[in-house]
């Protein structure tokens, strides 16, 4: 799963997950979120259809890395 399209990261020593989207091969950070409304945000800005459903849903766009989703701490 670590090869979807978005990646949201482990949990950091700080708090929050680095966000980042795959697009044509070329990985880019969308920034940390500390939420899933940070994270739906992020989305929205890029444009990203329903970004509320993608992130709240079961979504295999998505891949979760370290600790469970949803978790920010």
């Known amino acids: 799963m670590e090869?979807?399209?978005?990646?949201?990261?482990?949990?950091?020593?700080?708090?929050?997950?680095?966000?980042?989207?795959?697009?044509?091969?070329?990985?880019?950070?969308?920034?940390?979120?500390?939420?899933?409304?940070?994270?739906i945000e992020f989305l929205r800005r890029i444009e990203i259809p329903d970004p509320d459903e993608l992130v709240l849903g079961d979504s295999e766009v998505i891949a979760w890395q370290g600790g469970r989703p949803h978790q920010y701490e």
Request: no cysteine; net charge positive.
């Open 3 to 39: 090869h979807a399209p978005i990646l949201v990261q482990r949990i950091s020593p700080a708090g929050g997950r680095r966000v980042v989207i795959r697009i044509r091969g070329v990985d880019t950070v969308l920034g940390v979120a500390f939420s899933d409304t940070d994270l």
